[in-house]
Every structure is written in C-alpha cells, then in structure tokens.
C-alpha cells in the first residue's frame, strides 16, 4: 500500500496546460524524504473548458535542477474526468523507480490537444515547496523557471522490495 511522502498542497492560484504553442508540459521538482519505490504521484487538477483526450504524467531524472529523462512508464488520464474545481487526480505507475533518501525527481505532466482547449494545475504562486519553483516547457526539452511558483502534488511511495533470503543484518543482527 503506497504511504504519502512528500507534498506540497497550500493552493492561491491555477494555470493553464494544453494550449499549443505555449505551456505543454509542466513539472515539479520533489525532494524525496523516505527511501523506496516510487508507486504513485498525483496532481490538483480542474478545468473551465471541455477538454478531450489524455494528460501523461512521468517520474524524471534530475538534471542541474531541471527535468532530466524519464525514470517511470508515462500513466495517462482520460481529462474528460476533470471536473471543475481542483481536485487530486493520481498516477499510478507500473515501472517504479527506486530513489534514496534526498533524491532529487520531478513530476512532469504533459497535455495538448490542439483545439484550444486546455486543463489547469494547481499552484501556489509564492512558491514554498522545498528546492527549485515548477518548470514549463513547449517539447519537453528545454525547461524554464515557471513565474507561479511551486505546483501542487503528493508523492506516495511503496517499500523496496526484498529479495532473497533475509540477511543478519535485515534482522537487525
């Protein structure tokens, strides 16, 4: 069963994803406070148009404070289920990375469709969060510090797996 790790949900303000041409994908910087296997992110999401088709959501690789590349599968959301008002919408991820204690990631979302309509992320826009503000990039290469601050998310975890035959030292001998 995944447990909470990190998050960041103090919430002032929601911005746009999915106008083509402007701010595709979105990301945040997470900081990771327990060691184990990344299981399951989730973002505060809400729409004011009709928006069809699906939003990605992958773990990263840090990269000098920036996106790097993807460590986990890319889980989708059918945006048609994002309702009106800002709610958390999870991922759950099937190729879970293992990360350590202090481990820099980034939870990066991405959503276009090309007909001007789009979904909006949750923010707060004097940031708050731990290390670096969000991130926005049009093809998800080049990276630029967000003017809104820290996005909102939960970082769930599961345990690392063992194994083989317990050790001593697993015992605590």
Not at 31 to 52: D, H, M
Not at 55 to 71: K, L
Not at 119 to 142: A, D, F, Q, R, W
Request: aromatic residues 10%; negative net charge.
């Amino acid at each position: 069963m995944a447990t909470l790790d990190q998050s960041f949900t103090t919430n002032d303000d929601a911005n746009n994803l999915g106008i083509v041409g402007t701010r595709i994908y979105v990301a945040q910087q997470i900081v990771i406070g327990v060691a184990g296997v990344v299981s399951r992110l989730e973002w505060n999401l809400k729409t004011s148009t009709t928006p069809i088709g699906n939003a990605t959501c992958w773990v990263y690789s840090d990269s000098s404070d920036s996106p790097g590349s993807a460590i986990s599968d890319g889980v989708t959301l059918d945006v048609t289920t994002v309702t009106g008002s800002l709610v958390y919408y999870a991922f759950n991820f099937t190729t879970k990375p293992v990360v350590g204690v202090g481990t820099k990631i980034w939870s990066v979302l991405k959503y276009t469709t090309g007909d001007g309509d789009y979904i909006m992320y949750g923010n707060n826009s004097s940031g708050g969060y731990t290390g670096v503000n969000g991130k926005e990039s049009i093809l998800g290469t080049i990276w630029t510090t967000l003017s809104q601050g820290d996005l909102n998310f939960k970082e769930y975890y599961d345990p690392i797996p063992v194994t083989g035959a317990p050790t001593l030292s697993m015992m605590g001998v």
